[in-house]
């Protein structure tokens, strides 16, 4: 079964510094990894995603995504954080088959950037 | 291009009642998922239409739950009689068809069902 773990209910971090929030997976095969975020009040948007190719993934808001197919990792990252970034992230999996599988989400992490 | 619209963003209802939760996906995608996220816990999987026909509904949790997609366009999903533990956040996503599991689906604001 799919499963996605992400181990930080919030971080903190101070506005130009760099951020990251963590997620690993578990997934039969191959697989197909994406981050969303969810601003108060507001529904999920999509950030990025990994299918596949380069590790690194670039996506909205000048967020980025290395996935590490070794350690089961997407790391979501951002180099400089603003104050604006503080949302409640969402990393999700499905595995690669044919169909349209349904997303597998972890329970969110909860991001605080700090002025 | 509008985005995933649902309707209502909150309601409010006594254990007992009926509610009924409306998804308009966006335009053309064949692929409309229902989710539901209880308080602090993850965003569960409830079902997937392609077009008008139910693909997986592995995740209803019981047959108090009604999921319909009339002509392929929005959806409702109805829960009858409700009860305390359905209260949480309905989600309502959408994506092209033919894409596989490549797809990118595409979230709605959600509805906020609070039973009292």
């Known amino acids: 079964a799919q499963s996605v773990a992400q181990p930080e209910d919030q971080v903190n971090v101070a506005e130009g510094n760099p951020l990251t929030v963590k997620c690993t997976y578990s997934v039969s095969g191959n697989p197909y990894l994406f981050w969303y975020v969810q601003y108060p009040n507001r529904g999920l948007q999509f950030l990025l995603k990994?299918?596949?190719?380069?590790?690194l993934v670039k996506g909205s808001y000048g967020f980025e995504a290395e996935f590490n197919k070794s350690q089961t990792s997407f790391h979501l990252k951002k180099p400089s954080a603003l104050v604006s970034d503080s949302a409640l992230y969402f990393c999700?999996?499905?595995?690669?088959?044919?169909?349209?599988?349904?997303?597998?989400f972890g329970k969110g992490t909860r991001l605080s950037v700090i002025a | 291009e509008a985005g995933v619209t649902q309707f209502p963003s909150h309601s409010v209802i006594e254990k007992g009642q009926t509610v009924t939760l409306r998804c308009d996906p966006i335009?053309?995608?064949?692929?409309l998922y229902w989710y539901r996220r209880v308080m602090g816990k993850e965003i569960k999987f409830l079902l997937h239409f392609v077009k008008e026909s139910k693909q997986d509904e592995s995740g209803m949790p019981n047959n108090r739950f009604l999921a319909e997609r009339t002509g392929g366009t929005y959806s409702t999903l109805k829960v009858q009689p409700a009860e305390l533990e359905d209260s949480g956040v309905y989600f309502c996503?959408?994506?092209?068809?033919?894409?596989?599991?490549?797809?990118?689906?595409?979230f709605g604001p959600g509805t906020r069902l609070t039973v009292l």
């Open positions: 999700a999996v499905r595995p690669d088959l044919s169909g349209n599988t349904p997303l597998v």
């Open positions: 335009s053309g995608h064949d692929n």
């Open positions: 996503a959408s994506s092209q068809g033919g894409t596989g599991g490549r797809g990118t689906q595409y």
């Open positions: 990994y299918i596949t190719g380069d590790n």
